[in-house]
């Protein structure tokens, strides 16, 4: 059973950065592809970014392209969301995802239990 568990959120202005962390229990978890999803007040959980075991494969919603960046370390068993030009439609609870199978659907085996981050003058 691998545990996920996010940090780095707070509140940021507008145009600001925030990078976000994912820390699993376990070392299998350099192993699994590893992911973030989103959910804002009133909307459904949405798909923002995901990266494989290696960190050689990346896959981006549209609507962060260009601005977040994924990537791992997987001696510190720690995926990362570097997250730049913040804008208010990006507050939501951000959550971390882990699994054998890299994808951009909620399939993932092992869910953290969100951080907040939000954007706001």
């Known amino acids: 059973q691998v545990q996920l568990v996010e940090s780095g959120g707070g509140v940021v202005q507008p145009g600001g950065s925030l990078r976000l962390s994912c820390a699993a229990s376990?070392?299998?978890?350099?192993?699994?592809?590893g992911a973030w999803f989103r959910q804002a007040p009133g909307k459904e959980r949405e798909f923002v970014a995901a990266?494989?075991?290696?960190?050689?494969?990346?896959y981006y919603a549209d609507s962060v392209k260009g601005r977040f960046t994924i990537f791992r370390d997987n001696a510190k068993n720690t995926v990362y969301l570097q997250m730049n030009s913040l804008n208010p439609e990006d507050t939501a609870v951000y959550y971390c995802?882990?699994?054998?199978?890299?994808?951009?659907?909620?399939?993932?085996?092992?869910w953290g239990q969100g951080t907040q981050v939000t954007v706001s003058s």
């Open positions: 990266i494989n075991w290696s960190g050689g494969v990346t």
């Open positions: 376990e070392r299998t978890f350099s192993n699994y592809a």
């Open positions: 995802a882990a699994g054998p199978n890299l994808l951009t659907k909620g399939e993932y085996n092992y």
